[in-house]
């Protein structure tokens, strides 16, 4: 079934931009979703298709997609943002969802 | 909109286990959902997803065969089964609302999740 791949560490000092890829082929004709799960807690969507956020998410968190990566930036990083990240799409050609393997965000 | 597991706990390898995700706030009906794991240090794990009407299932490669996914829209209680426990399920498993009036493609993101219920398989 189709493949992304993340990075699996980023680091950023507060209030500077992390930027979280998501790779895989055409990835860009997919809808990429983007999840923040913090230790010990349930993941939580901080963006879906590919850019959007849904309410209640800071205006810090945006994505993009296009050709073979989609991004996830957050924007003036905070200690709050210091998680791991994970992308998400369905595929059509397996009928799977797919997970990206994950970042995990320190900040500094 | 809330999701809450049940049904984990300890079990012995080669032992079945039913969970079970019980749905409030919003029109269980209308929503398909998934089943998603993650074992202890590692990342998450897609098992299965349910069309809103319970007619279409699809498995992840890691658990087809040994899982069972199903729904009682009465009831607002999605379920899944897991047969020949191993090890290697042990983990946290957690129910997501997928997409609505969904049969057969479900692009929409997971969103939201319950809280998750923990497994752990003793050999």
């Known amino acids: 079934s189709y493949v992304v791949t993340q990075t699996p560490s980023v680091s950023v000092a507060p209030g500077q931009t992390a930027k979280i890829t998501c790779g895989g082929d055409d990835i860009g004709d997919r809808s990429v979703h983007w999840f923040q799960q913090r230790p010990g807690q349930a993941p939580i969507l901080v963006i879906h298709d590919d850019k959007d956020r849904p309410s209640g998410i800071p205006e810090r968190f945006s994505g993009s997609n296009s050709a073979n990566t989609a991004t996830l930036t957050i924007s003036g990083v905070e200690a709050a943002d210091e998680a791991d990240y994970y992308c998400q799409l369905w595929d059509d050609n397996s009928d799977h969802v797919v997970f990206g393997g994950g970042t995990k965000l320190t900040v500094l | 909109m809330r999701l809450e597991e049940s049904g984990g706990g300890v079990v012995q390898s080669g032992r079945s286990l039913r969970l079970s995700c019980a749905a409030s706030?919003?029109?269980?009906?209308?929503?398909?959902f998934h089943w998603v794991r993650q074992a202890p240090g590692r990342g998450l794990e897609w098992l299965a997803v349910?069309?809103?009407?319970?007619?279409?299932?699809y498995y992840g490669d890691s658990v087809k065969g040994r899982i069972t996914i199903s729904r009682d829209n009465s009831g607002d209680r999605l379920f899944l089964e897991i047969h020949s426990l191993r090890p290697d399920d042990s983990g946290v498993y957690y129910c997501?609302?997928?997409?609505?009036?969904?049969?057969?493609?479900?692009?929409?993101?997971?969103?939201?999740w319950g809280q998750g219920v923990h497994v752990s398989v003793s050999s």
């Open positions: 349910i069309s809103y009407r319970g007619n279409y299932q």
């Open positions: 997501a609302r997928g997409s609505p009036l969904a049969d057969r493609v479900f692009v929409r993101a997971l969103d939201p």
């Open positions: 706030g919003f029109s269980f009906k209308t929503y398909s």
